[in-house]
Each structure stands twice: as structure tokens, then as C-alpha cells.
């Protein structure tokens, strides 16, 4: 759901944060088969990629 409000010399637009999902559905969520690389449109090497790509995921949520 989004809220747009006006004035005479701002606007904006206020998205309420989604409903948090189920332990179920996290746990769908996190059983996709994900490539866990950079998108080819970055092309050669993506520093953030160099720096985390042996990293452990310890934590979600």
C-alpha cells in the first residue's frame, strides 16, 4: 500500500512495509537454488563480490 501526499512546495510517497513472512515460507524462500554470483551485467569482477563470496551465512532475518 503506498500513501502520496502534495503541498504546496513538496511531495512524497510513504510504502508501508510488507507483512513479515512465516517461518515456512522463509524457509521456501531460502531453499531456492540461487546462483549466489553477481549478475552478468556487471561484467569482469565486483569488489563486494571478492570480499564476500567465501563468507558463511550465520544469520537471517
Known amino acids: ?3 502520496f501526499w502534495y503541498s ?3 511531495s512524497g510517497m510513504l510504502g ?3 507483512v513479515p513472512l512465516e517461518t515456512d515460507e522463509m524457509d521456501g524462500l531460502y531453499e531456492l537454488l540461487y ?3 553477481p549478475h552478468p551485467a ?3 569482477k ?3 563480490w571478492e570480499m ?3 563468507s558463511i551465512l550465520i ?3
Open 35 to 37: 546462483t549466489h554470483r
Open 8 to 10: 504546496a512546495t513538496e
Open 52 to 54: 564476500i563470496r567465501f
Open 59 to 61: 544469520m537471517r532475518g
Open 46 to 48: 565486483s569488489p563486494t
Open 42 to 44: 556487471y561484467g569482469g
Open 16 to 18: 508501508f512495509p510488507p
Open 1 to 3: 500500500m503506498l500513501v
